[in-house]
């Protein structure tokens, strides 16, 4: 088994304890002195940085939303100036939400660290050759990647996401050894392999890391049959880094959190109250290293369980189930979370009111399908079939442009769907 720094991932549990109280500290300080934010909510409560001691001082704090930081856009919650900024990285810009999460060079440094822990612990080295299969944009995954693929040695192919041809071709030609995607991408290529008639087995590949989205251990099997492979999960989100939060070892048993980076919690959703070891809720995780964009308490809405307990592959970070579900209305739809607000907003807008609606996610061939049907109404001009269908077109193409992917949108009749359940999602997981 390699280790890429094996004496900080096989820390004792009193070591991370130790590294985490201290590196909290820190940042509690440096967050209360330089983000107006933080200073707001820890006032409320009455803390001060110099009052941690223990864990428990912490768990005093308030949680923060993604609505925080979106309503501190664009630079309120950086705790470092603009100047000290090296790279800005957004997650869905398009929305009417954003945000906009910083990095120092040192936190690229970090990140490039992170990804090397995991690509070593699935066995991936200097000899490898990694295709990053991941759309090169705004937002973090394949700049993570990249760092960490180049901080081991690898030769990196920055493929981004083209046609599923040259894909391949690249595979073939470049001798490529890892592939690093979203586990639908893979699929894809499966398929695009048997039209094409080579043989996967032909190929140079041997790991596959996957993220982005929720994939079943069904598509698991079917990805390294497939396609001869080891497939790995890797978790992140941009608002924290990226990828490189959290990532399976060879067990493939739950996802080690570099606790050395992280602190994670888990909560009620509901009541926001600790759950305890081994319960099932919300991942909470507090970032002790980021300069540029620390978040404390941090609720991601994914829901998870943390396990303590020693893992064969010698790790002592703690792991967190793969998260398959949210505890929020957010679904992650091709590499891409959305709420029904978003889509809501578009909706009003085009239909100047707020129309009944459902939004249907599906996974069909490998690929997410998303459907949102609406009641028809005088909304929606339902009795002149002209104006009906223009409404329709331009749902489509506002949607379809938002996302980037083609968005299917059905009128239907009142009754179709229960309208206090927005979101149906038919995909499998579990
Ligand atoms: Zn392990």
């Known amino acids: 088994m390699e280790f890429w720094d094996k004496k900080i991932e096989c820390m004792s ?8 109280l201290e590196k909290l500290q820190a940042t509690l300080n440096r967050v209360y002195k330089n983000v107006r934010h933080y200073r707001k909510i820890f006032r409320e409560v009455d803390f001060m940085p110099e009052d941690l001691s223990t864990f428990s001082d912490f768990k005093r704090l308030p949680f923060i939303t993604r609505r925080d930081l979106s309503e501190n856009y664009p630079y309120d919650m950086f705790a470092v100036p603009l100047r000290e900024v090296v790279r800005l990285h957004t997650a869905s810009i398009n929305f009417e939400d954003p945000i906009v999460i ?4 040192n936190d690229i440094n970090n990140w490039a660290e992170l990804m090397a822990r995991n690509f070593t612990a699935v066995g991936i080295s200097k000899d490898d050759v ?37 894909q391949i071709k690249i595979m073939r030609d470049f001798r490529t050894t890892v592939l690093v995607s979203t586990p639908t991408l893979a699929l894809s290529l499966v398929r695009e392999m048997e039209d094409m008639n080579i043989d996967p087995q032909k190929l140079s590949l041997k790991y596959g890391v996957f993220g982005s989205e929720p994939w079943s251990e069904t598509t698991r099997d079917e990805i390294e049959t497939k396609m001869h492979i080891t497939a790995t999960d890797t978790y992140g989100m941009t608002e924290l880094f990226g990828p490189g939060v959290a990532w399976e070892c060879p067990e493939k048993n739950g996802l080690h959190i570099a606790e050395d980076h992280f602190i994670p919690e888990i909560i009620d959703p509901i009541t926001l109250e600790s759950l305890p070891e081994g319960s099932e809720g919300e991942l909470v995780l507090t970032s002790i290293s980021k300069e540029a964009f620390p978040l404390i308490r941090f609720r991601t809405g994914d829901l998870s369980r943390i396990d303590y307990a020693p893992c064969a592959c010698g790790r002592t ?13 957010v679904i992650v739809v091709r590499g891409m979370a959305i709420t029904p607000e978003q889509i809501g907003q578009v909706l009003s807008r085009v239909s100047g009111g707020q129309p009944v609606s459902q939004i249907v996610v599906e ?23 002209k104006k009906q269908r223009r409404f329709v077109e331009q749902l489509h193409r506002e949607l379809s442009e938002l996302l980037g992917w083609e968005v299917v949108v059905r009128l239907v009749e009142p009754g179709t769907f229960n309208p206090d359940e927005k979101v149906m999602d038919k995909r499998q997981f579990q």
């Open 102 to 105: 910083g990095f120092t060079q």
């Open 363 to 385: 996974r069909s061939d490998g690929q997410d399908q998303m459907t949102v049907m609406i009641e028809i109404s005088d909304l929606n001009f339902f009795d002149e079939m």
């Open 317 to 329: 970070h703690c792991r967190i189930s793969r998260i398959f579900k949210r505890c929020d209305d």
């Open 130 to 166: 990694v295709q990053i299969a991941l759309n090169f944009g705004i937002t973090t995954g394949p700049f993570g990647i990249q760092v960490g693929a180049e901080k081991i040695g690898a030769s990196v192919i920055p493929m981004s996401s083209g046609k599923f041809s040259a």
């Open 13 to 20: 549990r009193d070591e991370i304890k130790q590294v985490q």
